[in-house]
């Protein structure tokens, strides 16, 4: 079974710095897709950035970056210039794509927080 | 956009009782999740649907069942409440079998009392 790890319970950044949010993932498969989520405080979550296992090229959406390791099974998240709206909780998801279902296993979430 | 609605943000019952948690899509989409978040431990899966009828296990099933209908609709059942399933409930959906992502409802805030 594939396992999701975010060791950082909690994280602050000053407005406008960057941070990086770490997540590492075990499996034994070779192709696999990597997500993002980022869950406000009292709002829906949503994504924030996906990575498929088969693309070398990290991925990039406006001021979140990923550096996606596949020898090492980490997948961090990069934010530049961070804003106040950047504060959230932040889940890391690792999507499985054996079976009709193609489960979903969701890290235990960053809580960001953003320092003006 | 995708919507997800779950029928209550914020939802109070009593040790025993029968409670139903309703989450409506507007998308079409084949699949659709129930979650429960709960602080350290991340989502996790209750149940999951991937199409009218069907349902099947995820990893925390006991105390829950589920029912779909219709293809909008999933709704999670709670046959006899207890205070250990006072939770943050995610409904979920998810169209295709691309590197979609998940559309997620706004969370229904359930207490056991």
């Known amino acids: 079974a594939q396992t999701v790890t975010q060791s950082q319970p909690e994280m602050s950044v000053q407005e406008a710095e960057t941070v990086t949010l770490s997540c590492t993932y075990d499996t034994s498969e070779s192709d696999y897709y990597l997500f993002w989520y980022k869950q406000p405080p009292s709002r829906q979550m949503i994504l924030v950035i996906r990575?498929?296992?088969?693309?070398?090229q990290n991925a990039t959406e406006n001021r979140f970056s990923v550096n996606f390791q596949k020898a090492a099974k980490s997948f961090s998240l990069k934010i530049s210039d961070s804003q106040l709206g950047d504060a959230a909780m932040y889940f890391c998801a690792y999507r499985s794509l054996r079976g009709g279902y193609q489960k979903v296993t969701f890290g235990t979430g960053t809580k960001l927080q953003v320092i003006p | 956009d995708v919507k997800v609605t779950q029928s209550s943000r914020y939802l109070v019952k009593r040790t025993g009782e029968k409670v139903f948690l309703e989450c409506v899509q507007d998308m079409d989409h084949e699949n659709m999740f129930w979650y429960r978040q709960d602080p350290g431990l991340g989502l996790r899966l209750i149940y999951f649907s991937y199409d009218v009828k069907m349902k099947e296990k995820g990893d925390i099933p006991e105390g829950y069942s589920v029912s779909r209908e219709k293809k909008e609709r999933f709704s999670l059942i709670l046959e006899s409440a207890s205070t250990n399933q006072t939770s943050m409930y995610l409904c979920a959906t998810r169209g295709g079998l691309q590197p979609q992502p998940q559309h997620f409802g706004d969370g229904t805030r359930l207490s056991i009392l």
């Open positions: 990575q498929e296992a088969y693309k070398q």
